[in-house]
């Protein structure tokens, strides 16, 4: 209990009086919810892992609504040719870091949301059965904006503090948990400052 209260300290340290928390019903308090039927039940009730991704809709343009409009099954075909190839998809991740700093949720972290598809971690396949997935608006090779770092560190705090058994070597970029299908978050993301601000 001593431990956990520091650990609160130290969260709310860092976010300089706004305390990101993890409510009893498994959604960000500091999150918009988007709330999309893109999930179902983890078959074995465990968080163990973080998974970081990247999205942008189009690819590289940014401050549009479709990316939550995607996760929701709602994108509009005629909105953009590129759309036509995947608004058959069915995909969600748990969160959705903006350019802005902006933050969504889409699925209560307790459930099982879509975002890693064929993955292995660890020896373990099927990643979203255990994982938590967070989308950071962006691309591979386009520097991430501090607002985004920043709101991630906060997130990922209150995700440790309400998950223990996500620890520091068990968050990941879905390229290496699916490493010849995926490239995303990228050479763009800084490991380095995310890991220096947590630690
Ligand atoms: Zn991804």
Redesign the pocket.
């Known amino acids: 209990m001593q431990q956990s209260q520091s650990k609160q300290a130290v969260v709310q340290a860092v976010v300089n009086g706004f305390e990101a928390a993890v409510g009893p019903d498994h959604w960000l308090n500091i999150a918009r919810r988007c709330p999309s039927p893109n999930h179902n039940e983890r078959p074995e009730n465990e968080i163990s892992l973080l998974?970081v991704?990247?999205?942008s809709l189009p690819p590289k343009q940014y401050g549009d609504a479709f990316v939550e409009d995607f996760f929701c099954n709602q994108l509009a075909l005629d909105a953009h040719p590129y759309f036509a190839e995947i608004a058959h998809l069915q995909v969600s991740s748990h969160l959705y870091i903006k350019r802005d700093g902006s933050l969504v949720q889409f699925v209560p972290f307790n459930l099982r949301a879509w975002?890693?598809g064929v993955s292995c971690y660890g020896g373990r396949y099927n990643c979203n059965d255990f994982s938590i997935?967070i989308?950071l608006e962006g691309c591979d090779d386009e520097a991430y904006e501090a607002a985004q770092y920043k709101v991630l560190t906060q997130v990922v705090m209150a995700l440790q503090l309400a998950y223990p058994a996500i620890t520091a070597d068990r968050i990941t970029g879905?390229e290496f948990i699916?490493p010849h299908r995926?490239t995303?978050?990228g050479s763009a993301f800084d490991w380095q400052v995310l890991f220096a601000s947590l630690s």
Do not use: L, R, S, T
């Open positions: 998974v991704h990247n999205i975002h890693a997935g989308e879905h699916a995926k995303d978050p």
